[in-house]
Nanobody, 126 residues
Framework: QALLEESGGGLVQDGGSLRLSCVASESALDTYAIGWFRQAPGKEREAVACTSPHDGKISYVASVEGRFTISIEHAKNTVYLLMNNLGPEDTAVYYC???????????????????WGQGSQVTVSS
């Protein structure tokens, strides 16, 4: 069973924006780093960004740097991924996952604990 649950995906036009939500269990944000990942059709899952809520560390992969922004609302145990200037190349199922640390998030293949959730579909039309 997944520890985190994603939502907020949808269909958006090229250049548009979406905000994804990742709702965590009460203790997850105090215990784990939270990574965002995506998987496009026919491709392997890839890392997008990572945040360590307990020390404030945030990291983005080059392809989304400057367009995507992570934020945290601790009162709601929620991590957000705001995605601006979306392009067709951003079309994918997006997942959030608990990680031990953000240090290796770009090579992570599995959540540190639990399993991948169902993800949230993001489709960008050209």
């Amino acid at each position: 069973q997944a520890l985190l649950e994603e939502s907020g995906g949808g269909l958006v036009q090229d250049g548009g924006s979406l905000r994804l939500s990742c709702v965590a269990s009460e203790s997850a944000l105090d215990t784990y780093a939270i990574g965002w990942f995506r998987q496009a059709p026919g491709k392997e899952r890839e890392a997008v960004a990572c945040t360590s809520p307990h020390d404030g560390k945030i990291s983005y992969v080059a392809s989304v740097e400057g367009r995507f922004t992570i934020s945290i609302e601790h009162a709601k145990n929620t991590v957000y991924l705001l995605m601006n200037n979306l392009g067709p190349e951003d079309t994918a199922v997006y997942y959030c996952a608990p990680l031990e640390t953000c240090f290796y998030y770009t090579t992570a293949k599995h959540p540190f604990v639990s399993e991948w959730g169902q993800g949230s579909q993001v489709t960008v039309s050209s």
